[in-house]
Antibody
Framework: QLQLQESGPGLVKPSETLSLTCTVS??????????WGWIRQPPGKGLEWIGS???????YYNPSLKSRVTISVDTSKNQFSLKLSSVTAADTAVYYC??????????????WGQGTLVTVSS | EIVLTQSPATLSLSPGERATLSCRAS??????LAWYQQKPGQAPRLLIY???NRATGIPARFSGSGSGTDFTLTISSLEPEDFAVYYC???????????FGPGTKVDIK
């Protein structure tokens, strides 16, 4: 059974870079047809897609965050990572990683990691 | 940018009742629509993909329908574990951007 687990600091200072890693177990990150995505959810609010990456390194980013986001993949470790620069309090959220199925018929996210809360505060 | 609108914002029902949730897109998304369930403190769980296909392990009481701009998630008979927030999600063709609706909360009446 595929499982994803986010890891990284729970507290980041304003203007610094948020860095998270998602470790995939129970399956290979190099599987075809799958991208791997990051989604976030501010406390009490809705979901926002951040970006997705293919095992080859091809990426899609949310245009609203593109200038600050970098997503990378390490197939040898079965991990992919998120970096979000110049963070502010508005970036405080639960960050989820998820497998991103991308077919000609549609895209969806399944399964999801449990999520990790990142707070931006001095 | 395609915007998703979900209605109602809150749906108050009793166990055993039928729930009908709506998701409307600001322009056609064909059948590129998914539905998720989220319970407090948990990650979202995929229910429906491609507008009408149930994900693996999802009970038959959950069904999705629609295409173009109007979509519906129906829960035929609410079980106690179904009280949660439900989100729809779409894909825009180019550039590929994935957006979620604001959610519908189904709570116990």
């Amino acid at each position: 059974q595929l499982q994803l687990q986010e890891s990284g600091p729970g507290l980041v200072k304003p203007s610094e870079t948020l860095s998270l890693t998602c470790t995939v177990s129970g399956g290979s990150i190099s599987s075809s047809s799958y991208y791997w995505g990051w989604i976030r959810q501010p406390p009490g609010k809705g979901l926002e897609w951040i970006g997705s990456i293919y095992y080859s390194g091809s990426t899609y980013y949310n245009p609203s965050l593109k200038s600050r986001v970098t997503i990378s993949v390490d197939t040898s470790k079965n991990q992919f990572s998120l970096k979000l620069s110049s963070v502010t309090a508005a970036d405080t959220a639960v960050y989820y990683c998820a497998r991103h199925m991308s077919l000609h018929t549609g895209d969806w996210f399944d399964p999801w990691g449990q999520g990790t809360l990142v707070t931006v505060s001095s | 940018e395609i915007v998703l609108t979900q209605s109602p914002a809150t749906l108050s029902l009793s166990p055993g009742e039928r729930a009908t949730l709506s998701c409307r897109a600001s322009q056609s998304v064909s059948s590129y629509l998914a539905w998720y369930q989220q319970k407090p403190g948990q990650a979202p769980r995929l229910l429906i993909y491609d507008a009408s296909n149930r994900a693996t392990g999802i009970p038959a009481r959950f069904s999705g329908s629609g295409s173009g701009t109007d979509f519906t998630l129906t829960i035929s008979s609410l079980e106690p574990e179904d009280f949660a927030v439900y989100y729809c999600q779409q894909r825009s063709n180019w550039p590929p951007v994935f957006t979620f609706g604001p959610g519908t909360k189904v709570d116990i009446k």
